[in-house]
């Protein structure tokens, strides 16, 4: 009897117990559920808030009821709805250079017409918007540290582009053929600009260069025929080939520091009408002012040692120019003939 009165009370003690532990799981994991809908709450209420109220609104709507949606970096989502394309999270987006079928938004891609990055995105994919060619708008994010190649190349309707002061650096051809901008300014922080960057950007009017730029790569400006004048910063030590070729310029002025000037550099400034080559220059590339239709005076100062080919061929109104003593080199082609 004293047996079977102490299994009982063993049995009533562990229903007890199980009981216990199962309402003790379903507290927890309400109390789990609860918490992770306050995280997401407190997520939505934050989306965008650096931005406008109707930013903030738009990247709300797009999120909570998205028409499409995935994943474009390890802690980075996308979501799309009527025209408009946010991404969050936090990191580094993926790049889709050598991606076969594209960015995962490439289903929109010709749809979009704002692209709303929020804070803690760190950088933009290579060709992650390429040809979005009815993209208007891009809200960019404080966060963003570099924008890559390509990154937003062919985006022919896109009008203002605000780089945020973090940005230290620009990729190739991260804007090229962009023709509808008409003015960007670049943080202090950009230490690097890459080939390419904003050629055939020929609604550029304005650009403002921060001091923390020291190389004009290579067809960075090329084509951006409305472009009349820019300021080189000081630091400035290489002009690249046809970094300003086909460009608007009326006059530029080139720094002390600058001490190459590549091939074709300014090929076709038909508005350039006088230059003056600083006094750290040794070397100025094959045809680098060829074309030149108005240009009428030059001065090369005498750190110039040699002058390569055709440098100021069909240069037709160039009838003044001086030469320095130091001048070991010069390739034919050189001057039209009424220069000398």
């Known amino acids: 009897m004293k047996k079977d009165k102490v299994i009982t009370l063993i049995t009533i003690i562990a229903v007890i117990a199980m009981a216990g532990l199962f309402l003790g799981v379903h507290y927890l994991m309400d ?25 903030q609104k738009l990247m709300r709507t797009t999120m909570e009821d998205p028409e499409e949606n995935g994943v474009c970096g390890e802690f980075l989502e996308w979501y799309y709805k009527d025209e408009v394309l946010v991404i969050s999270g936090t990191g580094k987006m993926d790049e889709y250079i050598h991606s076969a079928s594209g960015a995962p938004w490439d289903s929109p891609r010709s749809r979009v017409g704002c692209v709303i990055i929020d804070e803690g995105v760190t950088s933009i994919g ?12 891009i809200f960019l994010p404080s966060s963003l540290t570099y924008i890559d190649e390509r990154a937003f190349s062919g985006c022919s309707s896109l009008e203002q582009i605000e780089v945020p002061d973090g940005v230290i650096g620009i990729g190739e051809s991260a804007f090229e053929y962009c023709g509808s901008v008409t003015q960007i300014e670049l943080p202090d922080g950009v230490i690097g600009i890459g080939k390419s960057a904003f050629n055939g ?19 960075v400006f090329c084509g951006c025929s409305s472009l009349k004048d820019i300021v080189i910063p000081d630091g400035v030590t290489s002009i690249g080939e046809y970094a300003f070729a086909g460009s608007g310029l009326t006059e530029i002025t080139i720094p002390d520091s600058v001490t190459r000037i590549g091939g074709r550099a300014f ?25 030149c239709a108005n240009l009428t005076k030059i001065t090369i100062p005498d750190s110039v040692t040699s002058i390569d080919g055709a ?20 390739e034919v082609c050189f001057f039209p003939t009424a220069a000398i």
């Not at 290579?126 to 708008?137: L, P």
């Not at 950007?201 to 067809?219: A, H, Q, Y």
């Not at 400034?269 to 060829?290: H, K, M, Q, W």
């Open 267 to 291: 090929q076709g400034c038909n508005y350039l009408t006088e230059i003056t080559i600083p006094d750290g220059v040794t070397r100025i590339g094959g045809s680098a002012f060829y074309s």
């Open 126 to 137: 290579g060709a992650a918007f390429e040809y979005c060619n009815c993209m208007t708008e």
């Open 31 to 55: 109390a789990y559920g609860n918490q992770q809908k306050a995280t997401q709450s407190a997520n939505q209420a934050a989306v965008g808030q650096q931005y406008p109220s109707y930013v």
């Open 311 to 330: 440098a100021f061929s069909d240069c037709s109104r160039l009838t003044e120019i001086t030469l320095p003593d130091s001048l070991t080199s010069i």
């Open 201 to 219: 950007c020929s609604g550029l009017r304005e650009i403002k260069l921060p001091d923390s730029v020291t190389i004009i790569d290579d067809l």
